[in-house]
Each structure stands twice: as C-alpha cells, then as structure tokens.
C-alpha cells in the first residue's frame, strides 16, 4: 500500500527528463526537514488528514489530504486517465515506500519511472527506474546519505544557494562511490541571479548541467 498525497499530469521541469510529458505521483511522508521545502504539506502523516483516492485525484491546490491505495489502483489510473507514459515517483521522500513492484508493474505496461529523493533512504526500484538524488546535507531530520543510493543514482541534482552547497557536493562526490556515467547537475534554490551565477560558473569549471526550474518561471504546477 501507498499513502498518496497527489496524482496528477504535467511537464517535467527539472533535470535530464526537462519537457517530457509526465505523470507526477507525490507520496506522503517525510522525515528529512528541508528548510526550503515547497512540499512540507507531505510531511505528516495525520491519520486525520486521510480520505479517498477520488478526493485526492480531483485536488486543485495543495493540502495535507491523503490517501492509502494499492499499487494496482496507481497503475490502473496511469493506464486509463493520463496520457503521459513518463511517471515521476515524488514527496515528501518516495523512498521511504518499497517502489519495486509498482515501479516494474508501471513498465511493463510501457511506462518509463523515475524517482526523486533525498539519497537518505535506500533505494528499492526495477533496475530500469531512472533515479534522480538531490543530496540533502545537514538537515533538521538529522538523516545522513546512504551509500546505495548515491550508488544507483543517475542523476545527482543538488540545490545550491551558496558556495557552501558546492563544497557540500564536493565532500559527498569523494566520499561516495558513484555510477561512472552519473550526471550531475546544479539547480538554484531560488530564481535569484546570485544563485543562479554561481550555478552557472561551477558547471562551466566542472563540465555539470544546470537545472532550472522550468515550470516555476512558466506558472504551472
């Protein structure tokens, strides 16, 4: 069973998947802390705050509603009521769920995965799940990088608002082992020029990719 925050369909606007089509399905739970999380609503979770699968298909905005359903019931709402066939496997952090099975289900049914997490959680997908860490250092959950995620990852992308998030990155690329074809990629935290300059510079220095948030600059979910 997964507890569901949210399903819904839309433009990836971040990392290598960048303006694919996309089923973004945003699990409930999540005890990493980020201070500029723009999720925290997936927090919690309040056994007060569940409803149905229906209430959460139709939400509109965000909120702290959530819902238990089946791997079954995810795949069967991908197949019949989206036409994206790229699904993005979200939070709070996803990784806390066992993701293999609905992540194998989803592609033999001719879906692509991906997953999004913090690298503080071992990974358990199909080998063919495209895995994206965005490393969270010195958070308040107090949680710290697992090596087998830095491992499987594909994609590292590390939010940056300072030079110390660089160095951040830095210590953690020697400190852990990593796919020798990984990419790495820098994304401001905000839209702010400074952040954005400094992301810019390191990856010309570093041959890295830039992530910008797309879908914020475009004002769409």
């Known amino acids: 069973m997964l507890k569901v925050n949210e399903v819904f369909e839309t433009i990836q606007g971040e990392g290598v998947y960048t303006g694919v089509p996309s089923i973004f399905l945003r699990l409930q739970g999540c005890p990493v802390g980020c201070a500029w999380c723009d999720t925290k609503h997936t927090w919690e979770i309040d056994l007060e705050q569940q409803t149905s699968f229906e209430t959460v298909k139709q939400k509109q905005t965000d909120g702290e509603q959530w819902c238990q359903v089946t791997e079954e019931e995810v795949v069967k709402v991908c197949k019949s009521q989206y036409m994206a066939r790229h699904v993005v496997i979200t939070g709070g952090e996803p990784c806390m769920y066992d993701l293999s099975q609905l992540t194998e289900t989803l592609e033999s049914e001719g879906f692509s995965c991906q997953i999004e997490t913090s690298g503080t959680f071992e990974v358990k997908a199909s080998e063919k799940t495209w895995v994206t860490v965005s490393p969270k250092v010195g958070m308040k959950g107090g949680l710290t990088m697992k090596a087998q995620a830095m491992l499987r990852a594909n994609e590292i992308k590390h939010p940056v608002g300072t030079q110390k998030d660089i ?55």
């Open 167 to 221: 160095d951040n990155l830095n210590d953690l690329l020697s400190s852990f082992t990593t796919q020798e074809n990984i990419v790495v990629a820098l994304q401001p935290i905000s839209q702010k020029q400074r952040a954005t300059q400094l992301c810019i510079d390191t990856c010309i220095q570093n041959n890295w990719r830039l992530s910008i948030q797309t879908h914020k600059y475009l004002s769409i979910a």
